[in-house]
C-alpha cells in the first residue's frame, strides 16, 4: 500500500480555513458499509482521512467511529434520532426522507454523492432481451422492492416503455432480496429468481456466467451516468457541526483523487475491508471502469426526484438538488 501519497500536498484538496467551533462535536459516527460504492469511505476509513482534515479545521482530537447497523431503515432511525451522523442511502431515500421532513427542525439533506454508477438488470432466462420480454413466471431480485434506487429505475423505465400510468407494471414481478443472495441465485438458475437488479461488484460477477446477460443499464434509461448513492446527514449537521462535516467532505474528495490516481492501492484497501477473495488484478479494473465516477457532485439525482413526484410518491418538489444538500456540498455543476 503505497500510503506515502496521503498528506504528502500529491491529493491536497483546498478546505476551509479557521478554528472549529464551540459547537462541533468530539465524536463523529459514520455507519459502515462494505461495497465498491461506498470505496471512497473505506479508503477515508482505512487511511484515517477525516481524523487528518480535522486537524487541519481546528479539531486534532475528533475520534471517527464507524459502526455497523442492520439495514437501511435502522441506519436512517439513527441518523433521526442522532446515534449516528452520517450513512449511505439511496436517492429515493434522501427524497422521501427530506420530502417528510422539510422545513422542520428534523430535516433531511445529504452532504455529498458517494459515486456514480449504474444498476444493471440481468437475467438467465435466455427469452428476455428488454423489459417487455419479462412474463409472470419471471422474479425480479432487488433489495427492497418498490422503494429501492433499483425500484424506482426500474419503474422509470416501465414508464418510458409503458407509459407513466404503467409505471407499477414490472413491481408484481419484484422481491426484497440481499444483493449476495441474489447473486448466487441467478449465476446458479436453480431458483425462481432468475432476475436481479443489482450494483457493482454484484453485476460484474453476473455477467462474467456464461448463463447470464444484461438487459437493461440504468444510464440508459436516465440519459446518462447518474447518482448511485448519497452521504445523508443526521439533522444536527444543518446547523451545527459544520467543521467536522467539511472535514468529512474534504476527506471524501481527497479519497476520491486518490481513487481515480492510484485504483490497484484502492482495489486492495476493498480487499482488505471487505475481506474480499477476488484477484488483485479483477478488482482492479472493476475499481477503474469508465462506469464508476468517483465525485461529490451529483448527476441527474432531479430525474429521480421529478419522477417520484410525478407519480405521487413525493408531496414536495425542491427547487433543485441543491435544496437537498448541506452547504459545504453545494459545490460543481450537479443536477
Known amino acids: 500500500m503505497r500510503r506515502r501519497y496521503f498528506g504528502l500536498g500529491l491529493l491536497a484538496m483546498p478546505s476551509v480555513t479557521g478554528r472549529a467551533s464551540a459547537s462541533d462535536a468530539s465524536v463523529v459516527r459514520i455507519v459502515r458499509q462494505y461495497g465498491l460504492p461506498t470505496l471512497p469511505l473505506m479508503v ?5 482521512l477525516v481524523e487528518r482534515h480535522a486537524a487541519k479545521l481546528g479539531l486534532p482530537a475528533l475520534k471517527v467511529e464507524w459502526p455497523v447497523l442492520g439495514g437501511p431503515g435502522a441506519m436512517i432511525d439513527a441518523m433521526l434520532t442522532g446515534d449516528v451522523d452520517f450513512g449511505v ?8 426522507l427530506w420530502d417528510k421532513t422539510v422545513g422542520t427542525e428534523r430535516e433531511m439533506r445529504a452532504l455529498s454523492t458517494v459515486q456514480l454508477q449504474p444498476f ?6 435466455p427469452a428476455v432481451r428488454t423489459i417487455a420480454d419479462f412474463t409472470d413466471k419471471d422474479r425480479i431480485a432487488l433489495p427492497t422492492a418498490k422503494i429501492s434506487a433499483q425500484a424506482i429505475a426500474l419503474q422509470m423505465a416501465a414508464a418510458k416503455l409503458w407509459g407513466n400510468d404503467q409505471f407499477e407494471r414490472l413491481d408484481p414481478l419484484t422481491l426484497t432480496l440481499p444483493h449476495p443472495e441474489a447473486t448466487a441465485n441467478v449465476i446458479s438458475g436453480k431458483s425462481q429468481v432468475n432476475s436481479h437488479y443489482t450494483v457493482s461488484p454484484f453485476y460484474y460477477y453476473e455477467l462474467a456466467s456464461p448463463n447470464v ?6 444510464n440508459d434509461t436516465l440519459g446518462g451516468p447518474h447518482v448511485n448513492g448519497l452521504l445523508g446527514a443526521a439533522p444536527k449537521y444543518r446547523t451545527s457541526n459544520q467543521t467536522v462535516a467539511q472535514a ?15 485504483p490497484a492501492d484502492a482495489a486492495a484497501i476493498y480487499i482488505e475491508l471487505a475481506k ?26 432531479m430525474d429521480f426526484v421529478v419522477f417520484m ?27
Open 213 to 218: 446477460h444484461l438487459v437493461l443499464k440504468s
Open 309 to 335: 413526484h410525478t407519480v405521487g410518491r413525493l408531496k414536495h418538489m425542491p427547487r433543485s438538488w441543491k435544496d437537498l444538500f448541506l452547504p459545504m456540498g453545494l459545490s460543481g455543476d450537479g443536477g
Open 120 to 125: 444493471m438488470l440481468t437475467t438467465n432466462n
Open 44 to 48: 477515508m476509513e482505512h487511511e484515517k
Open 89 to 96: 442511502v439511496g436517492t429515493p431515500g434522501l427524497a422521501t
Open 248 to 262: 468529512v467532505f474534504d476527506a471524501q474528495q481527497e479519497a476520491n483523487a486518490f481513487i481515480d490516481a492510484h
Open 276 to 301: 474480499e477473495t477476488h484477484p488483485m488484478a479483477e478488482m482492479t479494473k472493476m475499481v477503474a471502469d469508465p462506469d464508476n465516477h468517483w465525485t461529490t457532485v451529483p448527476k441527474k439525482l
